[in-house]
């Protein structure tokens, strides 16, 4: 492990965009000391452990994105309205140059990160390789052959679920996509897959005591907001004028 973290490397035997995925222990740090938290949010986790886990999510992704090459103390974090995580510039910046999309994950006292070239979406999920799902959870997790499949290899459900909470990811849907919706050869650690007209791919694997999944497609990872549009035309007009830029300041909902 490099600088408290690691660099994972994904089987992908297939073409693909630029994609980095990481790692790292899950530990209680300071708030001050991660620039991408948001102060508003980590007040209103009730548990430490939640607390911690947000923290050394958003850590790692600074992390992440010093090695990807973007300043990481430029940026924040916004959600969309089923609380997947995108990378804007802090308001006051008036860059354009295009961000990666992101993934965030974490279990079991590790922190994972996923990182990939603009134009597409991505996702990252991993769990212990050696955990177990209640079989009578089975059916809230697939139906018909793969319901079957999965009660007759019972220690494949925890494989089967990262794929499918990667690619709801990646989808940018979090479990507002019903997981039985999804479908995947059970078994299989790399295929192509398409759900409403959309394509991804998926891979898995497992890293020492961990299995991960990794699933990506062409997509918009970023979610505009109405304030979007204002800072554009805002931009537009400073521009046209001899002044423009002066007394500029980014804000961060930060310490």
């Known amino acids: 492990m490099k600088e408290g973290f690691e660099i994972l490397e994904p089987p992908i035997t297939k073409p693909a965009p630029r994609l980095l995925c990481f790692?790292?222990?899950?530990?209680?740090?300071?708030?001050?000391?991660?620039?991408?938290?948001?102060?508003?949010?980590?007040?209103t986790f009730a548990m430490q452990k939640r607390r911690d886990e947000h923290l050394s999510g958003r850590w790692l992704l600074a992390q992440a994105l010093d090695v990807w090459g973007i300043n990481p103390s430029e940026l924040e974090i916004r959600r969309n309205q089923y609380r997947a995580p995108s990378l804007a510039y802090l308001r006051g910046l008036w860059k354009n140059t295009a961000l990666p999309s992101i993934s965030i994950g974490h279990s079991e006292g590790w922190a994972y990160v996923a990182l990939i070239e603009n134009g597409w979406t991505v996702g990252i999920d991993g769990e212990p390789d050696e955990r177990r799902i209640a079989e009578n959870?089975?059916?809230?997790?697939?139906?018909?052959?793969?319901?079957?499949q999965l009660r007759s290899n019972p220690h494949m459900a925890i494989r089967t679920w990262t794929a499918k909470e990667a690619l709801q990811k990646?989808?940018?849907l979090g479990m507002n996509l019903n997981p039985r919706k999804i479908e995947f050869p059970i078994g299989v650690k790399e295929c192509n897959f398409s759900i409403e007209n959309l394509n991804f791919q998926l891979v898995s694997w497992t890293h020492k005591e961990a299995h991960i999944s990794l699933a990506w497609g062409e997509g918009d990872g970023y979610d505009s907001v109405p304030e979007d549009e204002l800072l554009e035309r805002t931009r537009m007009a400073m521009e046209n004028t001899d002044s423009w830029g002066v007394g500029c300041s980014t804000t961060r909902n930060n310490v």
Do not use: I
């Not at 209680?28 to 000391?33: Q, W």
């Not at 959870?137 to 079957?148: C, I, N, Y």
């Open 137 to 148: 959870a089975f059916d809230m997790m697939a139906s018909g052959e793969e319901l079957q």
């Open 170 to 172: 990646a989808m940018r």
């Open 23 to 43: 790692r790292c222990p899950v530990l209680s740090r300071n708030l001050e000391e991660v620039v991408l938290a948001n102060v508003d949010e980590v007040s």
